[in-house]
């Protein structure tokens, strides 16, 4: 690693990883590099990761961020995520402002939110963490980033209670005991929504009892009907003070927020994740549809400035095919190492694949193996491994240079 990127600077510090900039010493390409703090004892666990598997899958969408290399440390059991670089994150981007942005401008960073988050739901995968900091920046093109918390659609609940950071949390993941599915992530999108157009949180709550209390402030009190779903799957019961909520049409008053988007928000943000809409369905919301129209038209050639990079755009790929380095023997004594490509089952449903077909919703048919077993894949290039380096304790270098020196970023929003 030392041999080949040269270390810059620290980005960010989270619960579970340290970001890095690094730069290639080849081409002068500059990265992140994410850090993680867990110690890893295998190759074995590492491949197990489901943020690697998850990366994976959706690098290929230009919404996502991009995975580039995935480096092991046998001697000190460390792992390193090579992904693309970004210039800054949401939080960064509306943190210190003192005038509202145009609505236009927070129209085109969510659209490009939703049309990450449908591809992952797509893809059998939902985020569970969707918040400022973890969607990316860069010029004007926006990314999903951060999947350490993701699961799969396919797996059966009850999930883990205190996911998600807490102002983002869906009601079902307050009210029931991990009872919740992938429409909670649509839930925290309407609230990145609602703080970038605002410059304010959607729902700071100070714990969840607060939290809840925030919610109904604004949608009031759920009806009876409603609080039954949760009680099927909560051993304690509810007794709510009965509100009338204020809406967030007053909230947006100062912003200047259209009717429209008003009306978008409080789709997302339906308290009921049955009449919630889908990822899909806010991607193709008429409130977008001007931005739909433009990324058609990019599509199709007729456009030579798309307003954002358009789905199933192939611009992504040729770098990657142009640069794929040939397959090169692996050195077994070196400490590190290539991550095989294996294949992963962790965000399949079933062992059998079925024919793609139409629908409303992510089904099975969707799913493609994650990792490829053939070296020449231009969606996952192999992965080159360094020469033994001269000095061994050269690769404590790369994972400890900056961890004990530089201070913790303070962590906002209640990550529990």
């Known amino acids: 690693m030392m041999q080949k990127y040269r270390l810059i600077g620290k980005k960010g510090e989270g619960t579970f990883s340290t970001v890095l900039k690094c730069q290639n010493v080849k081409n002068g390409t500059y990265y992140a590099c994410k850090r993680m703090k867990h110690a890893f004892k295998s190759i074995e666990e590492v491949n197990s990761l489901r943020e690697i598997q998850a990366m994976r899958k959706l690098t290929s969408h230009p919404n996502v961020i991009e995975l580039v290399e995935v480096i092991y440390d046998r001697k000190s059991n460390t792992l390193a995520l090579i992904c693309e670089l970004m210039d800054m994150n949401v939080y960064e981007f509306i943190r210190g402002r003192k005038q509202y942005l145009p609505e236009s401008q927070v129209k085109r960073i969510i659209f490009q939110v939703c049309r990450g988050l449908e591809f992952m739901h797509r893809k059998g995968i939902f985020h569970r963490d969707v918040k400022p900091e973890n969607i990316l920046m860069k010029g004007e093109v926006v990314k999903l980033a951060d999947f350490g918390s993701c699961r799969s659609l396919y797996s059966k609940p009850p999930f883990t209670e205190y996911i998600s950071t807490r102002w983002y949390r869906a009601p079902e993941c307050l009210l029931t005991d991990g009872y919740y599915s992938y429409k909670m992530d649509v839930w925290s999108v309407g609230c ?225």
């Open 192 to 416: 990145v929504f609602f703080e970038v157009l605002t410059l304010q949180p959607m729902f700071p709550g100070a714990n969840e009892v607060d939290q809840i209390s925030k919610i109904h402030d604004t949608y009031g009190t759920p009806s009876e009907r409603l609080l039954s779903k949760f009680k099927k799957s909560r051993v304690m019961s509810f007794n709510f003070p009965k509100k009338i909520g204020k809406g967030i049409e007053q909230r947006l008053r100062g912003c200047c927020a259209s009717q429209s988007c008003v009306d978008f928000i409080n789709q997302l943000c339906t308290y009921d994740p049955d009449e919630r809409l889908s990822a899909r369905q806010s991607v193709r919301s008429p409130y977008f549809s001007d931005l739909l129209e433009a990324a058609r038209r990019a599509t199709s050639g007729l456009d030579a400035s798309p307003v954002v990079p358009p789905t199933g755009s192939s611009t992504r790929m040729q770098p990657q095919m142009a640069h794929q380095p040939q397959p090169q023997q692996v050195q077994h004594q070196s400490s590190l190492s290539i991550l095989p490509h294996h294949q992963s089952s962790y965000f399949k449903p079933n062992r059998r694949r079925r024919k793609p077909r139409q629908r409303e919703e992510p089904v099975a048919a969707d799913f493609v193996p994650m990792i490829r077993a053939n070296a020449s894949n231009t969606m996952f290039p192999p992965i080159l491994k360094p020469q033994q380096p001269k000095a061994p304790q050269r690769s404590e270098k790369l994972f400890g240079a900056f961890h004990h020196q530089l201070p913790a970023i303070h962590k906002r929003g209640g990550h529990e």
